[in-house]
């Protein structure tokens, strides 16, 4: 099942369902080969309870269920465990195991707990004409979500510098957990939590751009900052991280001497790290005159920051006239081209359907007014849908000029917002600044430095063993996650307009991103495919059973209950299937030897149909002689030796899997299996378990040599030779 594995060479158990690696005599790699080639016959021998049964699953596990991860097998008390088969290593993961029911298993081991069901039902409703064959094109379907997926990712690639969603889930994760972080009581923290993102499954919810927005609009309540008019994702987490780093709302450190507030605070450095660098800052006097252009090019120490009031008024007014004429325009535009109900919408599905509906006047006496009225109907709808086109066209250009006159008359505000604050910082704290305050005429590129060589020689580190919350220090760092995003974005976007064939690439991603859902919708349990598609021909289940019942006579079934027939019980919707003799007699009324022979049939029947899907030339057998008499043995027998001493280009050539514990007939079926010439045969012994270091074994290559036909008795004397 896509491990390339054809037939078993070796392998070694470790940790796998008592089977250890750790202990001295743990149990070493089994080889499955006889002079370099792997042997057609491999019987498995030993008491009950010495790990037979366990060396089957872990080839089955391997052959046919490796999407598994197998975890549930490995042996108690230990945390990993591995099988290595042919010198491949497939590590166990998880807590599942393996399902003795699937096809794939059935179809290659016979197990005895398999026998009381036969999981007829299960393979019959892939085969029977009426039922689903599901799992062939589930596999397929599966098998295509792998490359359109992979695909996905090399288009991402060639459009995008980094994967965009991961570092989007990143920073999301970043944000809730310093969220997380904050004193229950903060107000803004309660303000962060009802509008940050939400992550199910690691991965970010839908409409997280929408919680962006939202949270855009309340934290300006915070910082004193307005949001930018017509602002795109960018300009929302970038106006998110600004208010965060310029968050006041918590009282700074005091002084040693216990005096006033420090003004010299992160906070404090970001606000005037958001003003020009080169704005100037000025001493102010009483007859000092201020025009309003003034006060966007100098900071004025010592004034009253009531004279920033008014132009704030001013500009506030007229943000809200274009924030509401930016609302207005996007309103119409979205009324002509937006959702199902934009006119450009209703033109083109009037003008799609317009025939269809047209049809109801076919050979009726107004069929000729009717088509024309269509066809004035058709000029109207061409010359509408160019005024629209044209209308849109214009609604756009007035919605770019209203943006960008909007975001910068957003962007004075916040400077003149910003500049009222430093202003009144610095008038509370003049005597501490005194030394820089009355100096001359500086910039606010100097008191940036100022502030960060003071705010750096003054931090203090943590008290030893003392946790403490530090609430600025941690809006600060979602006021940088915010900002590193906003920058993510911008990238993003410039990405976006930069791509080789954008047109083409995000054409091929839409087609691969369409599949990739039908994909999976349809190799899911709502399929709407698998309900409708064409079955398995009536003529291929009736081959099955034809080779069943040819198999089965070779065993001398019961000639009386041939050919076995397949019933269905239950109701419509839900069918149960299963088999039945010609007499009627049901599968569950079968004595035991009957059902394992008809058992075995299956298994060799399903394996040899499915071998191409199988991928694989291995087929076992689990305590074979359980549930056989002396009579069933031998039939039983010939039909090992076919299918182990076929040639190599025979389709009924497979490397057989035998295990038994009964001491008696496995003496005999050694017998009947002995090799013919050119051919090769391997005991494994099981000889004990210990729990220590798990079952203790010795191997046996079976060997003929050139033994004449009326020398077979002394060959089997020297049947086994240790190697």
Same mark, same amino acid.
């Given at each position: 099942m896509g491990n390339n594995i054809d037939t078993i060479q070796s392998i070694k158990l470790e940790n796998f369902k008592g089977y250890r690696v750790s202990a001295p005599d743990a149990v070493k790699e089994i080889d499955f080969t006889i002079r370099g080639q792997p042997a057609d016959l491999i019987l498995v021998t030993g008491k009950n309870g010495v790990g037979k049964t366990s060396l089957l699953e872990a080839i089955d596990w391997v052959l046919n269920q490796p999407d598994v991860g197998a975890g549930g097998y490995i042996t108690n008390d230990q945390s990993n465990g591995a099988i290595t088969i042919n010198d491949v290593r497939f590590e166990l993961k998880g807590k599942a195991k393996t399902d003795h029911k699937k096809l794939s298993t059935i179809a290659s081991f016979f197990y005895q707990e398999n026998i009381r069901e036969l999981a007829c039902n299960e393979i019959?409703?892939?085969? =029977? &004409?009426? /039922?689903? &064959?599901? =799992?062939?094109?589930?596999?397929?379907?599966?098998?295509?979500?792998?490359?359109?997926?992979?695909?996905?990712?090399?288009?991402?690639?060639?459009? *995008?510098?980094? /994967? *965009?969603?991961?570092?989007? @889930?990143?920073?999301?994760?970043?944000?809730? =957990?310093?969220?997380? @972080?904050l004193p229950q009581e903060l107000p803004l923290r309660q303000e962060l939590v009802d509008r940050t993102l939400t992550l199910k499954n690691g991965n970010l919810q839908s409409k997280w751009d929408s919680q962006i927005r939202n949270l855009s609009k309340a934290i300006g309540s915070f910082s004193n900052l307005a949001e930018p008019v017509g602002s795109r994702l960018p300009d929302q987490l970038s106006h998110i991280g600004h208010s965060l780093l310029e968050y006041r709302g918590f009282q700074a450190d005091s002084s040693e001497k216990g005096g006033e507030p420090l003004a010299l605070t992160e906070g404090f450095l970001s606000t005037i790290k958001s003003l020009p660098a080169n704005l100037a800052i000025k001493k102010w006097s009483p007859d000092t005159f201020l025009a309003p252009s003034d006060l966007q090019s100098a900071l004025f120490v010592g004034s009253s920051t009531e004279i920033y009031v008014r132009i704030i008024e001013e500009l506030e007014k007229r943000r809200t006239e274009l924030t509401s004429e930016y609302q207005r325009l996007i309103k119409l535009q979205s009324r002509l081209q937006g959702d199902e109900i934009s006119l450009s919408s209703w033109i083109d599905d009037f003008t799609h359907n317009i025939s269809n509906w047209l049809e109801v006047w076919d050979d009726h006496p107004d069929v000729s007014d009717v088509t024309d009225l269509k066809k004035g109907i058709e000029v109207q709808l061409k010359s509408l849908s160019t005024l629209t086109d044209s209308r849109s066209v214009e609604l756009k250009e007035k919605i770019e000029m209203v943006t960008g006159e909007g975001q910068a008359a957003t962007a004075r505000l916040n400077q003149i917002k910003r500049s009222q604050q430093v202003v009144k910082d610095l008038n509370a704290h003049s005597s501490q600044l005194s030394h820089i305050l009355n100096g001359p005429d500086f910039t606010v590129k100097e008191l940036t430095d100022y502030v960060s060589e003071y705010l750096e020689t003054t931090k203090k580190p943590a008290p030893d063993k003392i946790s403490t919350v530090d609430q600025s220090d941690i809006i600060h760092q979602l006021g940088r996650v915010f900002m590193n995003w906003s920058i993510l974005e911008i990238q993003k976007e410039e990405d976006d307009a930069s791509a080789a064939d954008l047109d083409s690439l995000e054409q091929a991603e839409k087609m691969i991103s369409d599949a990739l859902t039908i994909s999976k919708q349809e190799s899911g349990a709502r399929s709407q495919l698998l309900s409708v598609v064409d079955e398995i021909p009536q003529a291929q289940l009736q081959q099955l059973l034809a080779n069943l019942n040819q198999l089965l006579a070779s065993f001398h079934f019961p000639v009386d209950f041939l050919p076995i027939e397949i019933k269905k019980d239950g109701t419509s919707r839900a069918p149960e299937w299963g088999f039945a003799t010609k007499s009627g007699v049901k599968f569950e009324d079968l004595s035991t030897g009957q059902k394992s022979q008809l058992a075995i049939c299956w298994t060799i029947n399903l394996n040899l149909a499915m071998s191409e899907q199988l991928e694989h030339r291995v087929i076992g057998f689990d305590d074979f002689t359980t549930s056989l008499d002396m009579n069933q043995l031998i039939p039983a027998a010939v039909l090992l030796r076919k299918l182990a001493y076929a040639d190599a280009s025979d389709s009924w050539k497979r490397q057989v899997i035998v295990t038994s514990h009964h001491e008696d007939l496995t003496n005999r079926l050694l017998d009947f299996l002995l090799p013919p010439q050119d051919k090769s045969m391997k005991v494994i012994q099981f000889e004990d378990w210990l729990p220590g270091s798990g079952p203790q074994f010795k191997c046996y290559n079976v060997d003929m040599g050139n033994v004449r036909e009326d020398g077979l008795e002394e060959a089997i004397k020297r049947v086994v030779q240790g190697t």
């Open positions: 019959i409703q892939l085969l =029977e &004409p009426g /039922n689903k &064959p599901g =799992e062939e094109i589930k596999r397929g379907l599966k098998a295509l979500q792998v490359k359109l997926e992979d695909w996905q990712r090399q288009i991402h690639k060639m459009k *995008y510098r980094k /994967n *965009y969603e991961e570092e989007r @889930k990143a920073l999301a994760g970043k944000v809730n =957990e310093l969220v997380g @972080k």
